[in-house]
């Protein structure tokens, strides 16, 4: 569905140093510096997977997608996007993908949503009954009808999110890619999106690459992890392999204890945990065992932004 | 006093850093200096159109009706650089909540809000001004010293009456953010002001002199640079700046008031 | 065949935006009664004698028309198409199956019939008040006037466009623009009609693709065009529609390939 041969992206940003005489040398001596993005990536990925694409701020991950929509050309390298090369935007391919950009939108502002709908069903000639099919569909998915015919700009960030991700899917694109689609959300709409997207992907079928910050949103819809940084990619792996690669250790949670101190726990509201290699983990529910007999323990995964503190080596979190 | 003083002050360090931000740019200078003589210089031909076909237009011969045409490139020197600019900036100020800071200087908050800006590269039309003005004025005698007096402080009268119209603008957005239209509308209105005010008749002539008092600005001053002032358009001056300044000081309260009690 | 799809739904939706944005609108009309302030001017002018074949009423038929015609062919692309570049907000667009101009077209079009409620009350009662204005042009004039007015929309939409272009590299398009509305508001009948300039002008304005932006229209509608002259213009608004849809398409495509090169 998504391929990517050694693909490439260089900007070229001026040097600018300090001064008035450098100022003006600028006029017709520019200096730059090449500033690889992307650096020679190659990415396969297979129809109705489901893909989270992790880096630091500044890793290339914007860049990767808005190449793989057409929007940013390669410097060198290529790619194939639903059988087309995005960049020529052909309208089967554009009708085939979406983007979703949790920092910019689509939606007339002092209309409601329902008018961009219409409007998004005439630029992607849809036809009526199938138009009226996903709509339904999405409004109840996403619950939109309480809010489905005030103005945009009157709605919280939150329902303009839904109503922005309705806009997005309404011609049912088979290639998903989402750029940090619950930034700013609240917790609920947050978890509303991430059902969405999940529940989304399992009707159609659909192909989904997503970029974000927040560990939750791609520990419930990744089941594929592609770790970027520096413009080259670092780790692609199913998200189990990932934790076990960078976050090794089990973390074994002890309920009701205080006294564990010794044996390398942390103690916080009423719980003890540690972490630990999964060689050590049955050396240590055996001491604790001994000392607590009837003591309730669970063995867990790290939370993901632990392990993700680990793969970028405390770059970020 | 002290007052005044640091309302003063903190005008002229606002400036300093406004024209220091144009200085930046100065190849955009170079070309805005460029385009904004071109534009001026089109702005000016209609007028030798109609002169080349009459000697007199409603009274006015060319060299006066220059003068006219001088004052007006000095009105939008004065409207682009100073008066657009700070609408533009008190919007902003209203949705950001930055006027709360504002309000909290120990300065005069109308002034701090409403002259905090100068876009320096807008000035250019003064350049216009001056070459428009320079060649009305080497046509005709040399006007007495008593005169050019009267029309400097007509002029003033004028500006000031103009700042408190684009004041009033300010006041609206208290109320209503988008007022991207509003300065359309003040900038189309103000165009008004760059024929002599004899050619119009009736209600505008009088809406030219008091709502949108451009004929304050232009034609007043060139007037008496003609020497053919009297003690009613001098009246007329005084007494329309001031009414403006009362009414606009007025409404600057009250949409302070309101917004104070809106806001939380 | 899709954009003519397309088109019923477009209009739809950007009515509803236009009536969304109805005040503004009403403050955009009132905004370009330009020609009423060059007409109070050239009433001074014509008002002892004829001019040219233009008295009074002459005259005000005239700039009556040009506000028409002016209404009827404005747009607005060159600042929503910045506004979008400079954003970043066209990427969103450029996600669509269908050229983001040709949206922008039907968009400007779908304001045209609020702008007809807003000005046709205007014109009827000027016709009302001085009912010899009304002299009703010939059935074949009124016949070409809407080929030629729909060109000159277009030639308009198609320079905006251009200018629009512009921005992909440079960020003073506004500027240049100025420039270009300069020369147009000279040489297009907006200032003057265009038989008042010298005679040895005439040939030049008649090949200048100004002319068929605003005159051509305007003198259908005054009844002083002939067969012949109403010929001519429509063959040169064709020829410059086409010069300008080559350039436009130039640009559009080498800025959008940088776009794609420097960040979307």
């Given at each position: 569905?998504?391929?990517?041969?050694?693909?490439?992206?260089?900007?070229?940003?001026?040097?600018?140093?300090?001064?008035?005489?450098?100022?003006?040398?600028?006029?017709?001596?520019?200096?730059?510096?090449?500033?690889?993005?992307?650096?020679?990536?190659?990415?396969?990925?297979?129809?109705?997977?489901?893909?989270?694409?992790?880096?630091?701020?500044?890793?290339?991950?914007?860049?990767?997608?808005?190449m793989l929509t057409g929007l940013l050309h390669p410097t060198s390298g290529s790619c194939t996007v639903a059988g087309h090369t995005p960049r020529d935007r052909h309208p089967d391919f554009l009708r085939s993908v979406t983007l979703v950009m949790g920092q910019k939108q689509q939606l007339l502002w002092d209309l409601p949503a329902s008018e961009t709908f219409v409007l998004n069903r005439a630029l992607f000639d849809l036809d009526r009954v199938a138009f009226q099919r996903s709509l339904d569909e999405l409004v109840e998915l996403l619950d939109l009808s309480p809010f489905i015919d005030q103005p945009v700009r009157n709605l919280s960030l939150g329902q303009r999110m839904r109503c922005e991700l309705a806009a997005a899917l309404l011609h049912r694109p088979k290639v998903l890619f989402l750029d940090e689609p619950t930034i700013g959300l609240d917790v609920q709409v947050q978890a509303a999106v991430r059902t969405f997207v999940a529940e989304y992907n399992r009707r159609n079928g659909a192909t989904v690459m997503l970029t974000s910050h927040d560990m939750k949103d791609v520990a419930s819809i990744a089941e594929r992890i592609v770790l970027i940084d520096g413009g080259t990619i670092r780790f692609d792996g199913p998200l189990q392999q990932f934790r076990q690669r960078f976050g090794g250790g089990r973390r074994l949670v002890v309920r009701g204890v205080e006294d564990l101190g010794d044996l390398g726990f942390t103690s916080a509201e009423g719980r003890a945990s540690a972490t630990v290699e999964p060689d050590q983990v049955n050396g240590l529910l055996q001491r604790v065992l001994e000392r607590h007999p009837d003591a309730e323990v669970t063995v867990e995964d790290p939370p993901l932004e632990e392990v993700l503190a680990t793969a970028f080596g405390g770059k970020e979190g | 006093m002290l007052e005044a003083r640091r309302t003063v002050q903190a005008l002229a360090a606002l400036i300093r850093v406004s024209v220091a931000t144009a200085m930046q740019y100065r190849s955009n200078l170079l070309f805005g200096l460029a385009t904004a003589l071109l534009v001026d210089a089109m702005r000016v031909a209609p007028l030798l159109l109609v002169y080349g076909q009459r000697e007199q237009v409603a009274g006015w011969e060319l060299p006066h009706a220059l003068l006219v045409t001088a004052f007006f490139f000095l009105l939008f020197g004065v409207q682009a650089a100073v008066l657009e600019p700070n609408l533009g900036e008190a919007v902003q100020a209203v949705r950001s909540g930055a006027l709360d800071l504002m309000l909290m200087k120990p300065v005069d908050a109308q002034l701090l809000v409403s002259l905090r800006k100068v876009d320096a590269s807008s000035l250019f039309?003064?350049?216009?001004?001056?070459?428009?003005?320079?060649?009305?004025?080497?046509?005709?005698?040399?006007?007495?010293?008593?005169?050019?007096?009267?029309?400097?402080?007509l002029f003033g009268s004028g500006v000031v009456s103009l700042y408190c119209l684009w004041l009033l603008a300010i006041c609206v957005s208290f109320w209503f953010v988008r007022v991207d239209n509003l300065r359309f509308l003040l900038w189309s209105a103000t165009d008004a002001g760059r024929w002599p005010i004899d050619v119009f008749r009736g209600p505008v002539r009088w809406i030219l002199t008091a709502v949108v008092p451009v004929a304050l600005i232009t034609s007043f001053p060139a007037q008496a640079l003609r020497g053919a002032w009297d003690v009613e358009l001098l009246g007329t001056s005084a007494a329309v700046s001031a009414a403006f300044l009362l009414g606009s000081r007025w409404a600057w309260r009250r949409s302070l008031a309101a917004y104070a009690s809106a806001s939380s | 065949m899709h954009l003519l799809r397309a088109l019923p739904d477009i209009f739809r939706v950007s009515f509803a935006g236009v009536v969304a944005y109805r005040a503004e609108m009403v403050i955009w009309?009132?905004?370009?009664?330009?020609?009423?302030?060059?007409?109070?001017?050239?009433?001074?002018?014509?008002d002892e004698a004829p001019l040219m074949g233009f008295g009074p009423t002459e005259i005000t038929r005239y700039f009556a028309a040009t506000l028409l015609v002016r209404q009827l062919t404005s747009s607005w692309l060159l600042w929503e198409?910045?506004?979008?570049?400079?954003?970043?907000?066209?990427?969103?667009?450029?996600?669509?199956?269908?050229?983001?101009?040709?949206?922008?077209?039907?968009?400007?079009?779908?304001?045209?019939?609020?702008?007809?409620?807003?000005l046709l009350p205007m014109l009827l009662a000027l016709v009302a008040w001085r009912p010899e204005l009304l002299a009703l042009p010939d059935a074949w004039a009124l016949a070409v006037f809407l080929p030629s007015v729909f060109l000159a929309w277009l030639l308009g939409f198609l320079v905006q466009a251009a200018f629009a272009c512009l921005a992909f590299w440079l960020e003073q398009t506004q500027g240049l623009f100025a420039l270009w509305f300069g020369a147009w508001m000279l040489l297009s009948g907006y200032l003057a009609p265009l038989e008042m300039f010298p005679e040895a002008a005439q040939p030049?304005?008649?090949?200048?693709?100004?002319?068929?932006?605003?005159?051509?229209?305007?003198?259908?509608?005054?009844?002083?065009?002939?067969?012949?002259?109403?010929?001519?213009d429509l063959g040169v608004q064709l020829g410059w529609t086409v010069v300008g849809f080559a350039v436009v398409r130039a640009l559009w495509n080498r800025g959008l390939a940088r776009y794609g090169a420097y960040g979307a």
């Open positions: 569905m998504i391929e990517a041969r050694q693909l490439t992206k260089v900007y070229r940003v001026p040097v600018k140093k300090p001064g008035l005489w450098a100022s003006v040398r600028s006029l017709w001596d520019r200096e730059t510096r090449d500033v690889h993005a992307v650096d020679h990536l190659d990415l396969t990925i297979g129809e109705g997977e489901r893909v989270g694409f992790l880096g630091p701020n500044g890793a290339g991950k914007t860049t990767t997608l808005k | 039309p003064v350049v216009s001004a001056l070459l428009v003005g320079g060649v009305a004025l080497g046509m005709t005698e040399l006007p007495g010293p008593v005169d050019v007096l009267l029309a400097v402080a | 009309i009132l905004t370009s009664t330009m020609p009423l302030i060059m007409l109070a001017l050239w009433n001074a002018v014509v198409l910045n506004e979008e570049i400079r954003t970043g907000s066209l990427s969103m667009k450029l996600l669509r199956p269908m050229h983001p101009l040709w949206v922008h077209a039907a968009d400007m079009l779908a304001a045209m019939p609020t702008r007809m409620v807003v030049l304005l008649g090949v200048l693709p100004f002319r068929g932006m605003l005159a051509a229209p305007v003198e259908l509608l005054t009844g002083r065009a002939t067969p012949q002259t109403a010929l001519v």
